[in-house]
């Protein structure tokens, strides 16, 4: 019924329908245990034969009620809640990719998933290859090998704020026929919805606009179903039996919820790291206001870039909303909105910026971006530190590069906060 929704209803009503008696509002179920009234019915969980939970560590109902609202949300066929974003985005790739295999990312991406990509995921016999976005297709499918398994990038990028050229990715990763992953963490799916533009695995770092208020670490995989992994042999996984569960084939068991099954039941079953249902309960409460926040954090970035692009203390500012963004016309093209994060860099550099960003009294200084309250941080030396100086600069970071997470408070406060601390220097 949901499906025919809006997604301002579907972020309210969506996932969960009680019956007559039950809760209106999703329950916690604080359980890791399940009752069963035969030994039947539980080796038919195990064996995949049936619907329900078996154990908390791989499904619970109240993550699964914020699964089925982000599956409507994004036009998926279903969703998995993880730990963290960073599980998300790890699982999103080990569920396709295997030791000896290797992957494409755009090289304008959060410092963390960079870290992941060419350094943890390296550890498993995971290799990436990080591109930039702005070559031709022509030159980008040099970058692909026979054991390539999938493409990835971010729907806007961060911090770079460069916007995901979606007809052009997704026309590379159809060609290459490869799964194209789409992280949408800043756009959210009330300003963007990946799989309606050629996206197959949209993910999230639930910790940000999806909660929105700061509480909880979380991260979903949402699965499109629109990828075919018994074109060739190039999916072994999928398409030949699993021994762990006596010789069943995903994508014959299960069709086009293959992956989003094979990821539950292999990687969060052994690896343990799915999220809590306190989590996603916080989670999915947040969601409820998603649209209404998200027009406020759209808004109120647009005067706030607005207001330091003219400011004489200021040498540059990147947002989409500026006519001056390279992919202004990019993000009208795909983006109902341009979301809540912009980043600038004050005159004189680095040390002037740190003045900046010392002298904030109603912006905090935080390791977080994307909730209801502003906060600053210096990407440089904080969130991306341990990226070389050839990954800073793939990454769109610059030395004198503030990034600020814009809120929900009112705005003529936000300005004053800014123009006082830049008053400063």
């Not at 990763?173 to 309606?196: G, I, R, S, W």
């Not at 996206?199 to 979380?218: E, L, M, Q, R």
Request: glycine letters at 8%.
């Amino acid at each position: 019924m949901s499906q025919k929704w809006n997604v301002e209803t579907i972020a309210i009503q969506g996932g969960y329908h009680p019956h007559n008696g039950e809760p209106r509002v999703v329950p916690i179920t604080q359980s890791t245990t399940y009752r069963y009234d035969t030994a039947q019915a539980v080796a038919d969980l195990f064996n995949l034969d049936a619907p329900g939970h078996m154990y908390s560590r791989i499904s619970n109902p109240t993550c699964e009620a914020f699964e089925n609202k982000m599956a409507e949300l994004e036009g998926g066929v279903a969703a998995l809640a993880t730990s963290s974003g960073q599980t998300a985005s790890t699982i999103s790739i080990t569920n396709l990719c295997s030791s000896g295999d290797h992957f494409v990312a755009i090289g304008a991406l959060y410092g963390g998933t960079v870290s992941l990509f060419t350094n943890t995921l390296k550890k498993m016999g995971i290799e990436v290859s990080l591109v930039d976005a702005s070559l031709p297709i022509e030159e980008l499918k040099k970058f692909f090998k026979p054991n390539t398994k999938a493409l990835f990038g971010e729907t806007i990028a961060n911090p770079a704020l460069d916007i995901l050229d979606f007809e052009k990715f997704s026309a590379l990763a159809q060609e290459m026929h490869v799964p194209f992953v789409v992280d949408n963490t800043f756009a959210t799916p009330y300003l963007c919805q990946p799989l309606k533009h050629g996206a197959n695995i949209v993910i999230h770092s639930t910790t940000k606009y999806i909660d929105g208020h700061a509480t909880s670490v979380g991260g979903i995989i949402v699965d499109g179903g629109n990828f075919d992994y018994t074109k060739d042999d190039k999916f072994p996984e999928f398409i030949n039996p699993d021994p762990s569960y006596h010789g069943l084939v995903y994508t014959e068991k299960f069709g086009n919820l293959a992956y989003i099954v094979k990821a539950r039941v292999q990687w969060i079953r052994d690896l343990g790291s799915y999220q809590t249902p306190m989590n996603a309960f916080l989670t999915n409460l947040g969601i409820e206001t998603l649209h209404v926040r998200m027009d406020r954090h759209c808004e109120n970035t647009q005067k706030l870039a607005e207001f330091l692009e003219a400011h004489e203390k200021v040498s540059w500012v990147n947002y989409p909303g500026l006519k001056g963004h390279k992919h202004y016309e990019r993000s009208k093209k795909y983006l109902k909105g341009n979301s809540g994060v912009l980043t600038f860099g004050v005159k004189g550099g680095a040390k002037e910026g740190e003045i900046v960003m010392n002298s904030l009294k109603l912006a905090a200084i935080v390791v977080h971006v994307a909730d209801v309250r502003t906060g600053v941080l210096h990407p440089a030396s904080m969130t991306h530190r341990q990226l070389s100086a050839d990954e800073l600069e793939k990454a769109g970071v610059t030395p004198d590069l503030i990034r600020v997470t814009v809120g929900i408070e009112n705005i003529d406060d936000i300005i004053a906060d800014f123009d006082q601390a830049l008053s400063n220097i």
